[in-house]
């Protein structure tokens, strides 16, 4: 990945924890890495096509000096953030932020904190099968598009499918969806557990009715496991109902434990069952 850097920009703040800090301010040193392509940029000259680091050091002044923080990690994550939410292009960025009049005693050049985010590819199962299912989906996408951190990135058509485990219930209505997100895994995961909370959820039944279903599939190459998920999702090689909407979507993308693309788990699970 292309870069570009900004290194040593100074920055006058009110950062700090004691009140002294942030009533007479101090300054500060920001260095910047940016990820991004600049091929097209290079060949075309073209300024839309690259980051105006001009634009970018004043944006980054106004947004560092908006609000009094009692960390120094708080104002570098907020300047990631608004980095990759003011600049499509980029994809990753490096913040270090160096604090060369820290309140330590000793003689010391800096205090300092660096950080790396970037966007994440995350691609999503959902379901309903209780009340409005169309609403239901339609309410949970813009909630994760909503949410500040995530943007729904591509949609699948919805289809209509028959119950898994507890048969007694009425058909659902399936998608997937791609969505970037700053988040990781875990703070995804927690997001989405609020958006079902808020959507009506209820636990009540194993595999039983529900207002809405999401699901983490595939969270970039990710392969890990927790107490309360695991990526990729154990069973979604085996479901036509999750494999057929993410094929709409991702036919190409690989199945990081598998080694296997989407498009031929399709084929595969259609030559098994015939569906």
Known sequence: MDKIFIEDFEIYAN????????????????????????????????????????ELCLKVEEQFTREKYDLIETAAEKVAEFILLEYEKVKCVKVLIKK????????????????????????IGMGSNMGDKEKNLKDAIELIHHSGKSRVTKTSKFYVTAPVGYLDQDD???????????????????????????????????????TIDLDILLYDNLVTSDERYII??????????????????????IHPVLNKRICDIKAEITKTTGI
Request: net charge positive; aromatic share 10%; hydrophobic share 40%.
């Open 15 to 54: 950062h700090g924890v004691f009140k002294e800090e942030k009533r007479l301010g101090q300054k500060f040193i920001i260095s910047i890495e940016l990820s991004l392509d600049l091929k097209k940029a290079g060949a075309t000259g073209d300024l839309q096509q690259t980051v105006n680091y001009g």
């Open 100 to 123: 060369p009049w820290a309140p330590i005693g000793r003689p010391v050049k800096y205090a300092a904190v660096e950080i790396k985010r970037g966007w994440h590819t995350v691609y």
């Open 172 to 210: 659902f209505l399936n998608c997937a969806l791609e969505v970037k997100t700053m988040l990781s895994p875990e703070e995804f995961m927690n997001m989405l557990l609020d958006f079902e909370r808020d959507l009506k959820r209820e636990r009540l039944i194993h595999w039983g009715p529900r």
């Open 232 to 253: 990729p999702h154990p069973r979604m090689a085996e479901r036509m109902f999750v494999i057929e909407p993410l094929c709409d979507i991702a036919p190409y993308v």
